[in-house]
Structures are given as structure tokens and as C-alpha cells.
């Protein structure tokens, strides 16, 4: 009866004792309660190539090739039928609106209570998850298809999700080389009023490129946490690089966003300006200024104060944020990328509807394979959208 598996499912969540219990083993007894023959976490890796189960019994899954790989790139419901009989519904699991990969639930027939309780179930998969990857070495690892290189274990303890967003507005970041990065980052954080959003790119190619991206994180995130304004995040960042890593400098654009009015205000330290996508096209230099000196030692001797930069978006525009390493990516021809042609994949992909965090996903992926996994830099890109309430 629906209202016995809701109530077992209930049980089980109520007992203190089932939050020690492992995912495989809770999403099982979960999958009981409700009734379902049996369920199945897929965590998308590292690189959003495939989705690999948290148990060794099912094979790995592509997610550019299959009906799981449908439903994570779509974060819609997509039923097949099993090839051990009855129906399997592929279910988007996902925290908030970061991706973490798919549940499959088995049973021998799919109807619309079925569905609803594997929707309850793929929730609470992404909760667990989420609350327990940052310990679990075993998600991490499933997440992983390469050895991880020293720097890139480093700058990747201190990201945040991929993906932030609320109902007025969604952050979005890729970077590569996944395993081997070494100082680019992005960030991107709310408030209840404000999206921040950076993105950094560290002098060199090694373990103290990484080391000035992670204190360059670490001192915007201490000022930020405790209000400060823009201009103030900047010099806290400063003022660490200078006094810790005075050898060392990065370029950087940090970006602070109104989630109410959509005002827009950013400092670029000598970095490539931000780009503006507006009803699917591009803004031409509409959020082009001068920049000021990279972040770190070269600041402090600047003879005029960090600029900040002001502008109004409108609803459903795209900023784009983005370090060298993409734009000189070579294509498959041999030719670079260059600015022309990576914007006009991000119109394209927005015109077609596609979700901000997919669009990323298929472009940086499009990069990597042109250089055959092999990029001469790192390549780095952060993306938000405006999109108020509507009233």
C-alpha cells in the first residue's frame, strides 16, 4: 500500500543507527521501502565522460551514448525496458542545480507513484552524496579514470560545485586539463542577495602556480565571509600573495551580481575581458575595460586604485569568464580556437535552448579532443545567467 512504503521509508530515515549505513546499502533498503525491485547510483566523473555506479556489479556507462547519459545531460526522466525484464526509469540525481549523476530504478512496472517515489529516492541519493564525498575516498575514486597530479589534488580540495545557482540566477564552470591543472580556478558563491564569481589564472605551470591560486582563494573567501566589498576582496588578496608569495602574481576577474536588480559590478586584474551574451548574441566589447595590474606584489605598486566596473544586465543575459588556455586551444585543423569561434559555439548553444552547465560540458570537451587530451595550458570557464522572477 503507498501509504506502508511511505511510512517504511520514513522509519528508515528516522533511525539514528541506518546514518552510518553506506550509499549502496541505504539506497537498497530504500528501494525496498517504496516498493521498487531495486535501484542504482551512477556518479558522473571528473571529466562528465561517463557515469560510473557505486558498486562493481553494472558496467560504466557513456554519457554522450546512452539513455542515462540522456537523462544527466537533460536533468529529465528517460524509461527503457530492462533487459532483465519489467522497466528501468533513469533519473537525474541532483543537489540543488549541481549534477551529480543519474539513478537507475528498476521495477516490474512503471507508473506515476512509482516514478514519484523514484524521484524522492534520487534526492536523497544526491544529499548523501553531497554530504559524504568530501570524506569518502570511494566516491572520489569512482570519480576519478587518471592518476591525479600533486597540483591539481591541491587547487581541486578548494573548488566549489561546478554548478551554483537560485531561482533568479545559475553560475557554471569547467576546467581542464582535469588531472594536470595547475593555476587556473574559478569560484563562485550566494547570499541571499548576491552571486560572486571568480576566475583565476596563476603565473607558471606547477606547484607554486597552484599554491598562489589556493591563497588567492582562500583570502577572497576570508574577506567575502565577512562583508567585505568588492574593492576590499581584491587588496585582502593583495596583501596575502604579497606578504606569503611575493615572487608570485595571477590574473583574475572577480564579479559581484545583484540577484534582484541584475546590476553587475567586476575589477578585472589583467585578465581577458569578460564576454556578454544577450538574446543570443554576443555584446561586442560591451563589458570591455582597461585592466589593472595582475593580483599580488605588481598591485602594490600601482599609483592609482583598482577600478570597479558597473553595468546593468537585462534578464536571460550570460557573462562569460574564461582564461588564455581556451582561446588558444587548437582545433583539429591545427588553427587556435580563438575568440571568434568560441563564442559563437556559446550562441549557438544557447539558441538551442541548452542548459548553461551541458553547454560547457560539450565545449571544453570539444577542446580536449581536438588536442588529443594533450592541452599546452590550462583552459578554464565560468558562466552565469540573470533570470529574475518573472511577475
Keep these: 500500500m503507498p501509504e506502508t512504503a511511505d511510512s517504511a521509508l520514513g522509519e528508515f530515515l528516522a533511525d539514528p543507527r541506518n ?13 525496498k521501502a517504496l516498493g521498487l525491485q531495486s535501484a542504482v547510483v551512477y556518479q558522473a566523473d571528473l571529466q562528465q565522460r561517463q557515469l560510473a555506479p557505486l558498486n562493481d556489479v553494472v558496467p560504466t556507462l557513456p554519457i554522450d551514448d546512452s539513455l542515462a547519459g540522456w537523462a544527466y545531460r537533460t536533468q529529465s526522466l528517460r524509461v527503457e525496458e530492462s533487459e532483465l525484464g519489467g522497466m528501468t526509469a533513469w533519473l537525474p540525481m541532483v543537489d540543488g542545480v549541481e549534477r551529480l549523476g543519474v539513478l537507475a530504478v ?3 512496472a512503471l507508473d506515476p507513484l512509482s516514478l514519484r517515489r523514484g524521484r524522492t529516492l534520487a534526492h536523497l541519493c544526491a544529499m548523501m552524496v553531497t554530504s559524504k564525498r568530501a570524506f569518502k575516498d570511494t566516491y572520489v575514486r569512482r570519480a576519478r579514470t587518471a592518476p591525479m597530479q600533486l597540483p591539481a589534488e591541491m587547487l581541486r580540495a578548494y573548488l566549489p560545485p561546478r554548478t551554483i545557482g537560485t531561482t533568479h540566477a545559475v553560475s557554471t564552470a569547467v576546467m581542464e586539463p582535469a ?6 580556478a574559478f569560484d563562485h558563491a550566494l547570499t541571499d542577495t548576491t552571486l560572486h564569481a571568480e576566475i583565476l589564472d ?19 573567501r576570508n574577506a567575502r565571509r565577512t562583508g567585505a566589498d568588492l574593492s576590499e576582496l581584491v587588496d585582502a588578496v593583495d596583501e596575502a600573495l604579497a606578504e606569503w608569495l611575493p615572487d608570485q602574481f595571477c590574473t583574475a576577474i572577480l564579479c559581484q551580481l545583484n540577484l534582484a536588480t541584475g546590476g553587475l559590478r567586476w575589477i578585472n586584474c589583467g585578465h581577458p575581458p569578460p564576454l556578454l551574451i544577450r538574446d543570443q548574441h554576443l ?13 599580488g606584489l605588481p598591485a602594490t605598486f600601482a599609483s592609482t586604485p583598482r577600478r570597479v566596473h558597473e553595468m546593468q544586465l537585462e534578464p536571460g543575459d550570460r557573462v562569460l569568464m574564461y582564461t588564455d588556455g581556451v582561446t588558444e586551444a587548437r582545433t583539429q585543423r591545427g588553427d587556435e580556437l580563438g575568440l571568434d569561434r568560441f563564442v559563437d559555439y556559446i550562441v549557438r548553444a544557447t539558441a538551442t535552448g541548452e542548459l548553461p552547465p ?5 565545449l571544453i570537451h570539444s577542446i580536449v579532443d581536438a588536442q588529443d587530451n594533450r592541452l599546452h595550458d590550462d583552459a578554464t570557464i565560468v558562466m552565469f545567467e540573470w533570470r529574475p522572477a518573472s511577475r
Excluded at 286 to 295: G, I, N, T
Aim: negative net charge; contains cysteine.
Design 19 to 31: 546514518a552510518a549505513v553506506d550509499l549502496t546499502t541505504a539506497v537498497a533498503r530504500c528501494a
Design 106 to 108: 528498476h521495477a516490474p
Design 179 to 184: 588531472y594536470e591543472i595547475g593555476g587556473d
Design 202 to 220: 596563476s603565473m607558471g605551470h606547477n606547484l607554486a602556480s597552484g599554491l598562489t591560486t589556493v591563497v588567492s582563494l582562500a583570502a577572497c
Design 283 to 295: 555584446m561586442a566589447d560591451a563589458l570591455e575595460r582597461d585592466a589593472d595590474p595582475p593580483l
Design 358 to 362: 551541458e553547454t560547457l560540458r560539450r
